[in-house]
């Protein structure tokens, strides 16, 4: 018996995967290559956007019957986390494949795959003759993983970008180990903050008042008492996921010259996710309380601060989400509402009024994204390029 020849979308996914897009220096001009390689196989116009230097926006289209009609934006981002190879069973950018199937590399999961999947229910659609409604516009972007500041939050305020006429957008989601498949109609929003504690520096023999050590704890033990609140109220109340609490986690400290010197500050770094159904003004006027009660000389930093609480409809009066819902229930799909519990790129077309879905179909996969030994099993890649092409159909004929 012969072996039985890979799926060309396999192997196309595999060959991206081994692109080494990782932070903090992504080969973005590997990954421009690739893409550039199948718009012209595909006999699709394309182009490079930049909004900084040396961070390329990729984006394919496919015209429509209708090219005056808002477009649909199947939005990907082409930068993966870094890696850690000695904890790796197989090296993170070789894209190995088991005698089971499973496809190991970093981005598997998070989101080379949907890029892919995306690529791949376009090429079918047009091989098959077949004409839609909407233009389609397929987007590759940069920096995802490190906020998208210098990706898609400044490309959406773009000339460029408001000239390709979106009018609803598809995202990732998470692959997850059931059978469910969740669905995200919006993000918590993330405020990452630093907290500087000043205080006197002095010999470490003595009881110094003004100290940036007990200020520091003060807002460690009130933040992270904060996040044990969060974390009972999830775990008691089945009908919660993640994205419907707000978590806490202290993630850098810094301070300190030498032992048997008190330091004149210390500085934590929290990385805080907010469900949106939280009035922020009043969560950023606790924090700053919190600063108050614990001294003088406390200084409040946001690294990033997005305050944008749009979440996109799920009606199913909606058109655009009852035509995913007419993908889901073609494919038997189990699919759950839910609010994303990091944050993806969605936010930022949401923030400028267009409605945004974020969803991955990789069920029955246990959730590896940023995390070692990621993977994906090449017949659940295959069946999401099958619920995509159906999807893709679906939004672009309304």
Request: proline share 7%; hydrophobic share 35%; net charge negative.
């Amino acid at each position: 018996m012969g072996i039985t020849p890979e799926d060309p979308a396999v192997t196309l996914f595999r060959e991206y995967v081994r692109i080494e897009s990782v932070q903090p220096n992504p080969d973005y001009e590997g990954c421009i290559r690739f893409l550039s390689a199948q718009a012209e196989i595909l006999d699709l116009p394309y182009q490079v956007l930049e909004c900084v230097a040396g961070k390329p926006i990729f984006i394919m289209t496919w015209v429509g019957t209708e090219p005056d009609l808002p477009t649909v934006m199947l939005n990907s981002h082409t930068d993966v986390v870094p890696v850690f190879p000695e904890h790796w069973t197989h090296p993170p950018f070789s894209a190995f494949k088991d005698k089971e199937g499973n496809i190991y590399g970093r981005g598997t999961q998070d989101m080379k795959c949907v890029g892919i999947q995306h690529l791949e229910a376009v090429r079918r659609l047009k091989n098959s003759g077949k004409r839609l409604k909407r233009t389609l516009h397929l987007s590759f972007v940069p920096d995802e993983e490190i906020g998208g500041l210098d990706g898609m939050m400044k490309f959406v305020h773009t000339q460029e970008f408001k000239k390709l006429n979106v009018g609803f957008g598809l995202d990732e989601g998470i692959a997850v180990p059931g059978d469910t498949i969740p669905v995200y109609f919006g993000e918590r929003n993330v405020f990452w903050i630093q907290i500087t504690c000043n205080g006197s520096p002095g010999h470490g023999s003595r009881f110094l008042e003004n100290n940036a050590a007990i200020k520091a704890q003060y807002m460690i033990n009130k933040l992270l008492g904060f996040r044990a609140k969060e974390k009972a109220r999830l775990e008691s109340d089945p009908s919660l996921t993640l994205g419907d609490v707000t978590t806490v986690n202290l993630n850098i400290m810094k301070g300190g010259v030498q032992t048997n010197v008190v330091p004149d500050k210390f500085d934590l770094t929290f990385d805080i996710r907010i469900t949106p159904t939280t009035k922020l003004q009043e969560f950023e006027k606790m924090i700053r309380d919190w600063m108050a009660e614990a001294g003088e000389g406390l200084e409040l930093t946001f690294i990033q601060k997005f305050t944008d609480q749009t979440m996109t409809s799920t009606s199913p009066e909606d058109p655009w989400f009852s035509a995913l819902t007419a993908g889901f229930d073609k494919h038997n799909l189990k699919t759950k509402n839910e609010i994303f519990p990091a944050g993806t790129d969605s936010r930022y077309l949401r923030e400028v009024g267009i409605p945004a879905i974020g969803f991955s179909p990789m069920p029955n996969t246990p959730t590896l994204l940023h995390d070692h030994n990621e993977f994906l099993n090449e017949t659940i890649f295959l069946k999401g390029i099958d619920i995509f092409t159906d999807i893709i159909q679906n939004v672009a004929n309304v």
